[in-house]
């Protein structure tokens, strides 16, 4: 009897786990993405590109009336079902993807982004004004980024970005990467938290995705400077800038221009700062936009 109650135990519990999966997977370098999957294991959302690393963003597709939430804030999908999301400079802690199916399936994706190695370069001995800023110009810095803040928080439902990913607003030498920072006097500064690409004064600067301007203003550190929504919590800036040429609530076009190449602001020389956002999350553009291949340079608009 014992023998016929420990088969019948053991029946039950098979019975259940056919219906009820678990696996864990390796999908890339970098991070795990588990699955608590009942009645089969069918994902509940496709990865169309990037992964689980510092400065990256994610996206995916899913279907239509899929409810959708990271760490418990609910995400929104486009009319097409994309939907992303991204890694800032230092995360370091694992997010969970949950994701309910218009049928009740339940699907939890849990991602631990991978650390990246930065360039750190201390420099010691500086004269204090160099390092902290007289209090004008500190008030000014203070009202810059309130601006800059308020800019990126704008949200529309543009999906261009999103779908078909961002191209290069200019072609050059790239001279300064995401996530590089300066210790002055033992201070560590903010990280660089774009990537800058030398060119020549006066080259058109495009739009690498539709969008529409939300800020071209002259700001303390950054110049000349311009700011993209392009949807979905996805903004792009531009600093620097000579002109600009793209005025706030012009809606832009992939490859449209909207300024050139500069030196304004603090700047040691023409360059292009290229920064990508999503919500407070900075992302490294590099990794978006995939390698910077030689191209013939844009001309000059004027």
Same mark, same amino acid.
């Given at each position: 009897?014992?023998?016929?109650?420990?088969?019948?135990?053991?029946?039950?519990?098979?019975? #259940?786990?056919?219906?009820?999966?678990?696996?864990?997977?390796?999908?890339?370098?970098?991070?795990?993405?588990?699955?608590?999957?009942?009645?089969?294991?069918? =994902?509940?959302?496709?990865?169309?590109?990037?992964?689980?690393?510092?400065?990256?963003? @994610?996206?995916?597709?899913?279907?239509?009336?899929?409810?959708?939430? +990271? =760490?418990?804030?609910?995400? $929104?999908?486009?009319?097409?079902?994309?939907?992303?999301?991204?890694?800032?400079?230092?995360?370091?802690?694992?997010?969970?993807?949950?994701?309910?199916?218009?049928?009740?399936?339940?699907?939890?994706?849990?991602?631990?982004?991978?650390?990246?190695?930065?360039?750190?370069?201390?420099?010691?001995?500086?004269?204090?004004?160099?390092?902290?800023?007289?209090?004008?110009?500190?008030?000014?810095?203070?009202?810059?980024?309130?601006?800059?803040?308020?800019?990126?928080?704008? #949200?529309?439902?543009?999906? =261009?970005?999103?779908?078909?990913? #961002?191209?290069?607003?200019?072609?050059?030498?790239?001279?300064?990467?995401? %996530?590089?920072?300066?210790?002055?006097?033992?201070?560590?500064?903010?990280? !660089?938290?774009?990537?800058?690409?030398?060119?020549? *004064?006066?080259?058109?600067?495009?739009?690498?995705?539709?969008?529409?301007?939300?800020?071209?203003?002259?700001?303390?550190?950054?110049?000349?400077?311009?700011?993209?929504?392009?949807?979905?919590?996805?903004?792009?800036?531009?600093? !620097? $800038?000579?002109? @600009?040429?793209? *005025?706030?609530?012009?809606?832009?076009?992939? %490859?449209?221009?909207?300024?050139?190449?500069?030196?304004?602001?603090?700047?040691?020389?023409?360059? +292009?700062?290229?920064?990508?956002?999503?919500?407070?999350?900075?992302?490294? *553009?590099?990794?978006?936009?995939?390698?910077?291949?030689?191209? $013939?340079?844009?001309?000059?608009? #004027?």
């Amino acid at each position: 009897m014992r023998n016929y109650v420990s088969f019948k135990i053991i029946q039950i519990i098979l019975f #259940f786990a056919k219906h009820i999966a678990y696996s864990c997977r390796i999908i890339s370098t970098g991070f795990a993405i588990c699955f608590f999957l009942p009645f089969g294991e069918t =994902d509940a959302a496709e990865k169309i590109r990037g992964q689980a690393l510092q400065g990256d963003l @994610m996206v995916f597709k899913t279907d239509a009336g899929t409810q959708l939430s +990271l =760490d418990g804030t609910p995400l $929104l999908t486009t009319p097409t079902g994309y939907f992303a999301f991204g890694f800032h400079r230092d995360d370091s802690m694992a997010v969970s993807l949950d994701i309910l199916s218009p049928d009740g399936r339940r699907q939890q994706i849990v991602l631990t982004p991978k650390s990246r190695l930065y360039n750190i370069q201390r420099i010691d001995n500086l004269p204090s004004t160099m390092v902290t800023p007289p209090q004008e110009v500190l008030d000014r810095i203070r009202r810059d980024a309130r601006d800059v803040k308020a800019a990126r928080a704008i #949200f529309s439902e543009q999906e =261009d970005a999103l779908v078909n990913n #961002f191209d290069w607003p200019i072609w050059g030498r790239i001279s300064g990467t995401y %996530g590089s920072q300066r210790i002055l006097n033992g201070q560590p500064r903010q990280p !660089h938290y774009g990537i800058d690409i030398a060119a020549a *004064p006066g080259l058109a600067v495009r739009a690498p995705a539709d969008g529409k301007i939300v800020m071209a203003k002259d700001l303390y550190f950054t110049g000349g400077t311009i700011i993209i929504d392009h949807g979905y919590h996805l903004n792009s800036t531009y600093s !620097h $800038l000579a002109k @600009m040429i793209t *005025p706030v609530g012009t809606d832009v076009k992939r %490859g449209d221009i909207i300024g050139t190449v500069g030196s304004t602001g603090r700047s040691t020389g023409p360059h +292009l700062d290229w920064r990508i956002n999503w919500k407070n999350k900075r992302l490294d *553009p590099l990794l978006l936009a995939g390698p910077l291949l030689p191209a $013939l340079p844009i001309p000059r608009p #004027f």
